[in-house]
């Protein structure tokens, strides 16, 4: 379910009214009366929530779910059924009528409607000692703790809450937003823009509605011109003391640890895990679902891939492995080179 402070939710709505709607079927015996208030993640839905069902890894989650109304794919309804919600809506896409149903309870998730005459909004909190900076906008019912300072032309959106101690540079966007004490943030950082997520078809993509947040902890350093994007149904996570470059992007709904160290344009796709201490080193690339343990460290362009890597460990290539492993196959690649270069010289 969304946040409160950043989408204005639209519901409640019948379970009739939503099948008609996204264009699903209503169950033979279901009470179209039924009256569901929110969309919610497999894991946080509640009865009275509609929740969705997509991919193995769901499936899993299926039976632990509390949420009363899922919809499934048709061809898994019947692994489903007796599992988990009592209700279950059968669709030939499931995140086509998820991404339907969020956007009819929440119309207005896409970008902010900004009416604002003043440069800071009459319900914003901010401390007597915050600076502002010139062009800077401080948008409806903001919080800025004291001490902190907003550079020029930068702005914060509808209910971003900012700490104490923070420096927040010029031309930033913060959206969508929970940032905590002595926090930096550089020219140029977009902060809670919405995820990268769509339902593709033969006839196109169709926008997911991204309704997460951004959390990021104490002392955490945000470089010039990166990208955090927020959660689609949860939230996106910046642990205690991580410190990230320049031109660094980090997908919606990933959850990276404290005292990690993430260097010049790397990328991090969505929801991926990072332990405590992880190093990603210039241009790592992380792909989806992928996890990382404590303390482990991927070399400059290293890729990891979906699954787990083990932390305490050096990695390197692509896809990524433990990094003495890496060098011998290069010092036999280039052995190998070496003597077919030999062979045709005769």
């Keep these: 379910m969304a946040d409160p402070r950043f989408f204005d939710n639209r519901g409640p709505f019948s379970l009739g009214e939503i099948c008609s709607r996204i264009n699903v079927g209503l169950p033979r015996g279901a009470n179209a009366a039924l009256e569901l208030t929110d969309v919610a993640a497999l894991e946080t839905a509640q009865p009275n929530h509609l929740t969705f069902c997509a991919g193995a890894a769901a499936a899993r989650q299926l039976a632990l779910s509390r949420g009363g109304t ?70 409806p019912h903001v919080e800025v703790g004291r001490g902190t300072r907003i550079g020029p032309n930068s702005v914060l959106g509808r209910g971003v809450a900012i700490g104490r101690d923070c420096v927040i540079g010029s031309n930033v966007s913060i959206a969508c937003a929970y940032i905590g004490d002595e926090v930096l943030v550089l020219p140029g950082s977009q902060i809670g823009q919405p995820g990268f997520g769509f339902a593709s078809s033969a006839s196109g993509h169709m926008k997911i509605p991204q309704l997460g947040r951004v959390i990021i ?57 990072l332990g405590d201490f992880v190093v990603l080193g210039g241009q790592a690339g992380v792909a989806d679902h992928a996890k990382i343990g404590d303390g482990a460290r991927l070399a400059a362009r290293c890729a990891a ?14 896809p990524a492995r433990p990094i003495k492993q890496w060098a011998r196959e290069l010092a036999a690649v280039s052995m190998l080179a070496k003597h077919r270069k030999r062979d045709r010289n005769g």
């Design 70 to 139: 899922c919809l499934v794919a048709e061809a898994a309804q019947q692994e489903a059924d007796g599992a988990g919600p009592s209700v279950l809506l059968p669709c030939p896409s499931v995140l086509h009528a998820f991404a339907a149903a969020a956007t009819l309870f929440y119309p207005e998730n896409d970008l902010p409607r900004w009416s604002q005459d003043l440069s800071v909004h009459p319900t914003a909190q901010v401390d007597v000692d915050v600076s502002i900076g010139k062009g800077a906008v401080i948008g």
């Design 217 to 273: 902890q104490d002392k955490v350093e945000v470089g010039a011109a990166t990208t955090i994007d927020r959660g689609a149904l949860g939230d996106t996570v910046i642990g205690e003391g991580t410190k990230i470059d320049n031109l660094v992007q980090i997908g919606h709904n990933t959850h990276i640890g404290r005292h990690c160290i993430i260097v010049a344009q790397s990328g991090i796709s969505g929801s991926c895990e």
């Design 305 to 318: 891939t979906p699954g787990i890597l083990a932390g305490g460990q050096d990695y390197g290539g692509v």
